[in-house]
């Protein structure tokens, strides 16, 4: 059996300001309507679909991660470094303005509009030697 993730929807306080959010930092192409979501399309084939949440509905963090190269780690950390974006370097906020070096990679996490916890690294966990 074969099971690939096709899409997952996002809940965002303001769609359009998470969405540019995400495509400004990571550099994809820009979010595109669809339905009453507004879609980032990932280069796996996988899309995030973001989708306005009342200000009455709880709106609880999510954890998204996001396997780059080293060449767009060094784009991403400075577009984050340019907006002023705390990082940290594990997923319990320790270490301040730290990247770490897992499995011989870089990456880092960092917060979305919506409080959402999101992570970039350029090697997969248990890639390591």
């Known amino acids: 059996m074969v099971v690939e993730l096709n899409h997952t929807i996002v809940g965002a306080r303001d769609k359009i300001e998470s969405a540019a959010f995400l495509t400004e930092i990571l550099g994809l192409d820009p979010p595109v309507a669809g339905g009453h979501f507004l879609v980032v399309a990932l280069s796996n084939g996988v899309s995030l679909d973001f989708a306005d949440v009342p200000e009455h509905v709880e709106l609880p963090s999510q954890h998204y991660a996001f396997l780059i190269s080293e ?42 509009p ?11 966990y248990g890639s390591g030697t």
């Open 71 to 112: 060449a767009e780690f060094d784009e991403v950390y400075a577009r984050v470094t340019e907006r002023g974006l705390t990082i940290w370097p594990n997923p319990w906020m320790a270490d301040e303005g730290q990247i770490n070096h897992n499995d011989g990679g870089r990456g880092f996490y960092f917060q979305d």
């Open 114 to 124: 919506s409080g959402h916890f999101l992570e970039v690294l350029t090697r997969p």
